[in-house]
């Protein structure tokens, strides 16, 4: 059985440092990677890491970049997003999305196109807050 559990969110200040933790199950981060992304509240879900091309190369979001690092630990099977100096505008839920590191046809048409990209599992998101 399939999980992702995404934890570490927390209320924190501007400025501050929190590294979010996305432990998964059901699947090796061999065959998968995880990408990252976060929905405001009254806004659609964005992405903060993730692919951009067939070659499986990623980006970090314009917003971010600089102060975001995701990084993974295959022997805890867990995924990190690591966000420093952050402000408030990241206050948001944030998400870890499972892909398979070997892509099939529709998933590279999908990149291609610039369509959306289908993830095969999803974490139930953990709330990061900014606020003094």
């Known amino acids: 059985q399939v999980h992702l559990v995404e934890s570490g969110g927390a209320l924190v200040q501007p400025g501050g440092s929190l590294r979010l933790s996305c432990a998964v199950s059901g699947f090796s981060l061999d065959d998968y990677a995880i990408d990252w992304f976060r929905q405001a509240p009254g806004k659609e879900r964005e992405g903060v890491f993730y692919?951009?091309?067939?070659?499986?190369?990623?980006t970090y979001a314009d917003s971010v970049k600089g102060r975001f690092t995701v990084s993974s630990d295959k022997t805890l099977n867990t995924a990190y997003l690591q966000m420093n100096n952050l402000k408030s505008e990241d206050t948001a839920v944030y998400y870890c999305a499972a892909r398979p590191i070997s892509l099939d046809y529709e998933r590279q048409l999908s990149i291609y196109l610039g369509s959306e990209f289908k993830y095969d599992f999803w974490g139930q998101g953990t709330q990061v807050t900014v606020s003094s």
């Open positions: 692919i951009v091309g067939n070659d499986g190369s990623t």
